[in-house]
């Protein structure tokens, strides 16, 4: 499914109206099919734009919607310029979608007091959702963590998962430890919380990021041998906690070294 744009409306003298993105996002929630947007906020349309000028042309984005017009412009690096009578506030400064000025109509470009105050774009790409997600962490007597080798990217990583449906957090990481690797666990207590992100933004190869917020808990062994789960998995193991098999995810390096160095405090990052 190739669609132009994404917005549910847009501005009229009247009030806002529907737009083409309703129609788009009414055929993706019953087919379950993510278009590909070619227009804003898609890079895709941005770069297109671009074409024929010189890198160190200098160039703005001006529109009405932070979620689209703003959005776009901060991916693709442009500075961007909202055209509202309301000033926009956003919860956090790394939010894409705030403008680096906010204008009444085109007039105000002209007048001697209009500043950009630039936006800084994070060091993480915008997250079209936000997914719960658990880990475990498993050390056995010997300080020895169990790891495995993602099939998806060659990482070695904890065993991690989203959480599904109805399900809790410990029902969640409990299940995603067996169906990885046929073990039996229990959990003692919960090393941290993770949402920061800087580290908890994932790409994907659909060009799908998402932001989790990952619940590590430290586990012990109930039962079972190791058995790697063939579609998702290359290898598993104990490794002790000095030496650890690279490549690792370094996100779960820390979480491991929290749990060996705060105990029983919990961990928010």
């Known amino acids: 499914m190739i669609a132009t744009n994404y917005d549910v409306s847009y501005p009229t003298p009247s009030g806002r109206q529907i737009a083409s993105g309703s129609?788009?996002?009414m055929i993706e929630a019953v087919s379950g099919q993510k278009p590909i947007i070619v227009g804003k906020p898609s890079l895709f349309i941005f770069q297109m734009a671009r074409n024929g000028f010189p890198e160190n042309t200098r160039m703005v984005m001006i529109g009405d919607s932070?979620?689209?017009?703003?959005?776009g412009a901060h991916q693709a690096n442009i500075p961007g310029i909202l055209v509202?009578?309301?000033p926009v506030h956003y919860p956090t400064p790394r939010d894409y979608r705030i403008p680096d000025a906010v204008i009444e109509n085109l007039s105000s470009l002209f007048e001697q007091s209009f500043r950009l105050k630039f936006w800084q774009k994070p060091d993480f790409p915008w997250p079209s959702t936000i997914k719960v997600a658990v880990a475990a962490l498993l050390i056995d007597p010997n300080r020895q963590v169990l790891l495995i080798k993602r099939k998806d990217n060659g990482y070695w990583a904890l065993p991690t998962g989203k959480m599904e449906p109805g399900e809790t957090l410990k029902e969640a990481v409990m299940r995603e430890v067996?169906?990885?690797t046929s073990l039996r666990i229990k959990v003692k207590h919960l090393v941290g919380i993770y949402s920061h992100p800087s580290h908890q933004v994932l790409s994907y190869n659909s060009g799908?990021?998402?932001q989790f917020v990952t619940s590590c808990f430290l586990?012990?062994?109930v039962d079972g041998h190791?058995?790697?789960?063939?579609?998702e998995i290359l290898e598993s193991g104990f490794f002790h906690v000095s030496s650890f098999p690279q490549p690792m995810v370094s996100a779960h390096q820390k979480w491991i070294q929290d749990a060996l160095k705060n105990h029983d405090r919990t961990v928010y990052d």
């Open 23 to 25: 129609l788009v996002r």
């Open 66 to 71: 932070p979620d689209i017009d703003i959005l």
């Open 84 to 86: 509202s009578s309301h």
């Open 178 to 180: 067996y169906e990885e």
């Open 208 to 210: 799908e990021s998402i």
């Open 219 to 221: 586990c012990e062994l």
């Open 226 to 231: 190791l058995v790697n789960d063939q579609s």
